[in-house]
């Protein structure tokens, strides 16, 4: 089954940042998805970030991190990358990148899918 695959979590103090990366199996094309990134943390539900679309390249972001994390995408690479700044202890959970057709505003996990197995992010002192 194709999928997501992603990378680049660990673990870090608070104020600290990280860079996320989202590539794509072999046989699966990420020009032709628009990508989001979601979060889960241990019993909550997955929780929307942001997303990017295709061509235009133009990226949404939750207003609760708007001001700390930045999604990229660089096409030629084939990989789009969440860049998490400032981060905070209540940033930790498993991310995520899914693939979807449309991005929008709200961030609908059930609007993705390819999802990969995730990267932890942990923050704590």
């Known amino acids: 089954q194709l999928r997501l695959v992603e990378s680049g979590g660990g673990s870090v103090q608070p104020g600290e940042s990280l860079k996320l990366s989202c590539e794509a199996d072999?046989?699966?094309?990420?020009?032709?998805?628009?990508i989001g990134w979601f979060r889960q943390a241990p019993g909550k539900e997955r929780e929307g970030v942001g997303c990017i679309t295709s061509r235009t390249v133009v990226a949404r972001i939750a207003e609760s991190v708007k001001h700390r994390f930045v999604i990229s995408r660089d096409n030629f690479q084939k990989v789009v990358r969440l860049h998490l700044n400032s981060l905070l202890p209540e940033d930790t959970a498993l991310y995520y990148c899914g693939a979807t057709e449309v991005c929008r505003p709200t961030l609908r996990a059930d609007e993705y899918g390819f999802w990969g197995q995730g990267t932890q992010v942990t923050v704590s002192s």
């Open positions: 072999e046989g699966l094309d990420l020009d032709h998805y628009d």
